[in-house]
């Protein structure tokens, strides 16, 4: 159940890293060609050049967008997700790693060393 709950996360995050980009990206993409082909238009440039100067920065602006939705999508559904994850692991493997030896003594991977004597017995 874990696992499926997990997949599901992953596809949350992933679905709407796309939507987001994608949407973003041609929003974004076609305002700055638009104000870019307009400006180079009005100042005389031939179209070829306006469309291929648009074309390299709407991938640009592509680019940077996505990253920013990846970031955001990763931070917000996954990162969370792992770092309770490693956490609650940390923590179950320090519990466990502290056992109680013959004669009081405890084995502990804490400051005190491998080995920590409780002290004189019946002081």
Same mark, same amino acid.
């Given at each position: 159940m874990?696992? *499926?709950k997990e997949e599901?996360?992953?596809f949350k995050a992933w679905i709407?890293?796309?939507l987001v980009a994608t949407v973003g990206g041609f929003i974004s993409g076609a305002a700055v060609g638009g104000v870019i082909g307009f400006t180079m238009g009005v100042m005389g440039y031939p179209l070829?050049? /306006?469309a291929t100067l648009c074309k390299v920065i709407g991938f640009c602006i592509g680019v940077?967008?996505?990253y920013?939705?990846?970031k955001w999508s990763v931070?917000?559904?996954?990162?969370?997700? *792992? /770092?309770?994850k490693h956490?609650?692991?940390a923590i179950s493997r320090t519990q466990a790693s502290e056992t109680t030896l013959k004669g009081g003594y405890t084995r502990s991977q804490g400051a005190g060393g491998p080995f920590n004597h409780p002290g004189p017995q019946g002081a």
């Open positions: 874990d696992k *499926m599901i996360t992953y709407l890293f796309f070829e050049t /306006v940077a967008i996505s920013l939705c990846f931070g917000k559904y996954i990162l969370p997700q *792992m /770092v309770s956490l609650f692991n």
